[in-house]
């Protein structure tokens, strides 16, 4: 069994930065995909950004050049370093992992990220 446990989130104030973390807890073997999703009140989750296990990564337009996805197998850490937020950035923020051993798939519990002045 897999936990993964989001933190980073909080508030900032437009054009902020913050480096969210995803800690994965468990048998992990590593990722074989790793991403990020937001959701906000009355939406649906929304892919964010992703990496996979060959180090491709794909980025939703909204946050293209200002969003960078990164993981560590060794620490079985994953990151979404976020820059030049904006209000509209607002959303509690998801990591979602694709255990390269089992093809599990997990979600963790999320974090809130506030962007407003």
């Known amino acids: 069994q897999v936990h993964l446990m989001e933190s980073g989130g909080g508030l900032v104030q437009p054009g902020g930065s913050l480096r969210l973390s995803c800690a994965a807890h468990g048998s992990l073997l590593s990722f074989y995909v790793m991403q990020w999703y937001r959701q906000v009140p009355g939406n649906q989750r929304a892919l964010v950004a992703g990496i996979s296990s060959g180090g491709t990564t794909t980025y939703a337009d909204a946050v293209k050049g200002r969003f960078t996805i990164s993981r560590d197998n060794a620490r079985k850490m994953g990151y979404l370093q976020m820059n030049s937020l904006k209000p509209e950035d607002t959303a509690v923020y998801y990591c979602?992992?694709?255990?390269?051993?089992?093809?599990?798939?997990?979600w963790g519990q999320g974090t809130q990220v506030t962007v407003s002045s």
């Open positions: 979602y992992v694709v255990d390269a051993g089992s093809y599990s798939t997990y």
